[in-house]
Nanobody, 122 residues
Framework: VQLQASGGGSVQPGGSLRLSCTAS????????VGWFRQAPGKEREGISC????????YYPDSVKGRFTISRNNAKNAVHLQMNSLKAEDTAVYFC????????????????WGQGTQVTVSS
């Protein structure tokens, strides 16, 4: 199983980025999928998570209304649309997949991508 995250880069505050996560070896449509991020010196946090089993989603207040997780089952991919980016969004972003319903918890995920860097700076 392999997850590949892409789409990171550098953007100015207020800008947008769209991250993608593609999978091989599993069908993402059968899994809960989450995006997590880890900033320097901070713990990894869940920022956009979706459960295919009950349709629930999770966004922390820090990204609610700015970030949107979506699926493309035909391409076995998940995307993260990030708008109105702020300097505090700077981090390495990871995608993950798992079967647990506890989608906010990183321990619920069995498979992880390698991470893609997002830098928000003027």
């Amino acid at each position: 199983v392999q997850l590949q995250a892409s789409g990171g880069g550098s953007v100015q505050p207020g800008g947008s980025l769209r991250l993608s996560c593609t999978a091989s070896g599993i069908t993402l449509g059968n899994y809960a999928v989450g995006w997590f991020r880890q900033a320097p010196g901070k713990e990894r946090e869940g920022i956009s998570c979706f459960s295919s089993r009950n349709g629930s989603t999770y966004y922390p207040d820090s990204v609610k209304g700015r970030f949107t997780i979506s699926r493309n089952n035909a391409k076995n991919a998940v995307h993260l649309q990030m708008n109105s980016l702020k300097a505090e969004d700077t981090a390495v972003y990871f995608c993950a997949a798992g079967l647990s319903l506890n989608i906010e918890n990183e321990n619920a995920y069995d498979y992880w991508g390698q991470g893609t860097q997002v830098t928000v700076s003027s």
